[in-house]
């Protein structure tokens, strides 16, 4: 069982950054991949970046390609969303989420993750 809590969502005007963390309980958090997801009013949830359990291997979404960077760190059990150049359309409740399948390359697909944090909201503002 993994237990996940995001945090370091808010309010940024276009343009500006955030980071957003995502801390994990348990032992095993080496053993996960870990993935961002966003759902923002009216949509559907959609990919937003993962990383693979080795750290070797990262995917993106088109749309958030060479502005989000996603990065982990075992030791602190914590994942991270550095998110750059932020546009209006980035607004959204954003997911952490562990894959228990660990599998070398992470799946980009939701129905693969077995747990989810709560969520944190991103807004930008134009």
């Known amino acids: 069982q993994v237990q996940l809590v995001e945090s370091g969502g808010g309010l940024v005007q276009a343009g500006g950054s955030l980071r957003l963390s995502c801390a994990a309980s348990g032992r095993t958090f080496s053993r996960y991949n870990m993935a961002w997801f966003r759902q923002a009013p009216g949509k559907e949830r959609e990919f937003v970046a993962v990383?693979?359990?080795?750290?070797?291997?990262?995917y993106y979404a088109d749309s958030v390609k060479g502005r989000f960077t996603i990065s982990r760190d075992n030791a602190k059990n914590t994942v991270y969303l550095q998110m750059n150049s932020l546009k209006p359309e980035d607004t959204a409740v954003y997911y952490c989420a562990a894959d228990g399948g660990g599998t070398y390359y992470p799946s980009r697909g939701s129905m693969a993750y077995d747990y989810w944090g709560q969520g944190t909201q991103v807004t930008v503002s134009s």
């Open positions: 990383i693979n359990r080795a750290i070797s291997i990262t």
